[in-house]
């Protein structure tokens, strides 16, 4: 049997091929497809993703037994517009219907060793979660850029060009950020750097905001400001996987928690796997649906030699 998975996130989209036994046929990741962030050319990305993935695996839709999906803001509050984006990008496909799941199941049953524990995740987001027989009871965050998310991509891109904004403006502290962000953005050197700022920054959707979050972790320890901005990420990270009861044995997932500033800081309060493949855990659920078993180290040893 073959069984299709999907990871859908803000930042990528992964797609995975996978033969019952754990053998990976055709791998793809394209841009992301949040409907909240990515606009029109989320379902694009969909789309293209499955494609490429069945091509590489010389497979024909209507060989896929299963479909998993784990998609960001798959939660209640987005779960219609989820369904509708996804059906966009399949429209005549071939595709069997898609088991749809959030992006946070997919995560930790890609790594937990058991089927209760806690998954903290920061990426484009940030967010924690407990899970009691693989399924979701409790969460903390995960709100959002407008009303959370704190200690995420998002959130610290976001700080961090607040900091340079206060920095250039003289109602904040000095910091090395200023002239990093001034760099990213390619402002130019004379002038006004606050009004080139605002005209720069502003028009950046927030799904874009995470690009400047390297930049605080690039000037952890060597610049208050931005060390500090970690600092606070961090206690808002720990204040979520607190408020869900966490163990000291957790499931890390997010490309800020896989190493760096952020990881460092919550290594000191827990013993953590990392969710280094989330479109393993869906497979898992594409699996697990038509009653098949699915090798996960197989699978995820599989990706990491293709990556």
């Known amino acids: 049997m073959i069984v299709l998975g999907l990871d859908v996130g803000g930042t990528s989209v992964r797609c995975a091929v996978v033969r019952d036994g754990g053998e990976v046929l055709g791998f793809a990741r394209e841009p992301g497809a949040n409907f909240r962030s990515s606009g029109p050319e989320g379902p694009l990305h969909l789309r293209r993703a499955v494609e490429r993935a069945l091509a590489a695996a010389g497979a024909a839709p ?6 998993g999906v784990g998609a960001a803001g798959a939660a209640q509050a987005g ?9 966009q990008a399949w429209a005549g496909l071939g595709l069997p219907d898609a088991v749809l799941v959030g992006d946070l199941e997919v995560a930790f049953r890609s790594a937990a060793p058991d089927p209760e524990g806690v998954l903290l995740l920061a990426g484009t987001g940030a967010v924690a979660a407990r899970f009691e027989g693989w399924e979701l009871v409790a969460r903390c965050d995960g709100m959002g850029w407008l009303l959370g998310d704190v200690g995420s991509g ?3 891109g976001r700080e961090v060009l607040r900091a340079a904004a206060a920095a250039m403006d003289h109602r904040g502290p000095e910091t090395a950020l200023a002239e990093a962000v001034s760099k990213e953005l390619g402002l130019p050197g004379d002038g006004d750097p606050r009004q080139a700022l605002i005209a720069a920054a502003t028009p950046l959707p ?3 905001w995470g690009r400047f979050a390297p930049l605080a972790l690039g000037l952890d320890g060597a610049d208050a400001v931005a060390t500090g901005l970690l ?4 206690e808002g990270l720990l204040t979520a996987a607190m ?14 928690l ?3 500033g952020l990881r460092r800081r919550l290594d000191e309060h827990f013993e953590a796997a990392f969710a280094e493949f989330p479109v393993v855990g869906a497979c898992v659920v594409a699996a697990d649906s038509v009653g098949i078993g699915l090798d996960r180290e197989a699978v995820s040893g599989a990706l990491a030699a293709l990556a």
């Not at 209507?62 to 479909?67: C, H, P, Q, R």
């Not at 779960?79 to 059906?87: D, N």
């Not at 600092?231 to 961090?234: L, N």
């Open 62 to 67: 209507g060989e896929v037994d299963a479909v």
């Open 79 to 87: 779960r219609v517009q989820v369904e509708a984006m996804l059906q």
């Open 154 to 156: 998002a959130w610290i």
């Open 206 to 208: 927030p799904s874009a």
């Open 231 to 234: 600092d606070r990420a961090a």
């Open 243 to 256: 408020a869900v009861e966490a163990p000291r044995r957790v499931v890390f997932a997010g490309g800020l």
């Open 258 to 260: 896989q190493a760096g």
